[in-house]
């Protein structure tokens, strides 16, 4: 059974920074991508991040580019998310997902964390 767990969620001030973690257990595929998503009050979910566990290869998106960085510890099979000069936009559930890769990443992901909240103030 595959299971996704994030922690490092909570609360900072805008312009500050928080390092999230997603610690992957029971997964079988070598290839596999790892991406981070969120979802505020009242918006759709948005994908902000996504790793290659191959290559390494990451995408952003523009709304988190230049501030957050993800990357990956395959020995761990952990994912992490750095997040820098936080804003009060950024509030919100932040999760963990992954799924099969032969090639490249999916656009839809099976495999889900439970989430963690990530609070900015101003």
């Known amino acids: 059974q595959v299971q996704l767990v994030e922690s490092g969620g909570g609360s900072v001030q805008a312009g500050g920074s928080l390092r999230l973690s997603c610690t992957v257990s029971?997964?079988?595929?070598?290839?596999?991508?790892m991406a981070w998503f969120r979802q505020a009050p009242g918006k759709e979910r948005e994908r902000i991040a996504r790793?290659?566990?191959?290559?390494?290869?990451?995408l952003y998106a523009d709304s988190v580019k230049g501030r957050f960085t993800i990357s990956q510890d395959n020995a761990k099979n952990t994912v992490y998310l750095q997040m820098n000069s936080l804003k009060p936009e950024d509030t919100a559930m932040y999760y963990c997902?992954?799924?099969?890769?032969?090639?490249?990443?999916?656009?839809?992901?099976?495999?889900w964390g439970q989430g963690t909240q990530v609070t900015v103030s101003s």
């Open positions: 997902a992954a799924d099969n890769a032969p090639l490249g990443c999916p656009l839809n992901y099976n495999y």
């Open positions: 029971g997964y079988k595929y070598s290839r596999y991508c």
């Open positions: 790793i290659h566990s191959a290559n390494g290869s990451t």
